[in-house]
């Protein structure tokens, strides 16, 4: 068993569906906190809808956010250290949460989505550690790179 993680920063929404299919994703499990975007795509409603017309589940899980408060003292000092540490301190506070989404990862292919395309820099990783060390799935992050290094023919055909 695997829990994905993908960020859409820099994608369309037709890229973002083909790098699920290309993974198998059956459910798209949203950890934002607040799930608005700049993107009109990837706003909760418009992106629950593209999902459910493809066929894939939308779950958001609102606790697996980052809080507010962590967020804010990140964009003013830009310091990252803290903000990991800050998010793991509260991420420990979300035993029921972890659980739950553990529960959803053995019974559905899943991904969990955020903003940032690097997932070095987002709190998803750290959810998708804290699935693993609660029921040991493997953890592989999808990324946008990887798919730009397909010929130019695969990728007509994965974004068509």
Known sequence: MTVFT???????????????????????VDVRELPLSRKPDFSKK??????????????HIVDLGCP??????????GDWKR???SFLKYLKTQKTAIANLSDL????????????ADFNL???SM?????????????EHISASKARKASPAARQTACA
């Not at 507010?68 to 000092?77: L, M, N, S, T």
């Not at 959810?127 to 953890?139: P, Q, T, Y």
């Open 105 to 116: 990862v053995n019974s559905s292919n899943c991904a969990l989505l955020c903003y940032e």
């Open 122 to 124: 987002c709190h998803r």
């Open 127 to 139: 959810v998708a550690s804290a699935v693993r060390e609660h029921c040991g799935a493997d953890v």
């Open 6 to 28: 993908i960020g859409y920063e820099g994608l369309d929404i037709g890229t973002f569906l083909a790098l699920l299919a290309e993974h198998g994703i059956e459910t798209v």
């Open 46 to 59: 418009a992106l629950a809808s593209t999902l459910n017309v493809s066929g894939l589940e939308y779950v």
């Open 83 to 85: 903000y990991t540490e």
């Open 68 to 77: 507010k408060p962590v967020r804010d003292r990140y964009r003013e000092d």
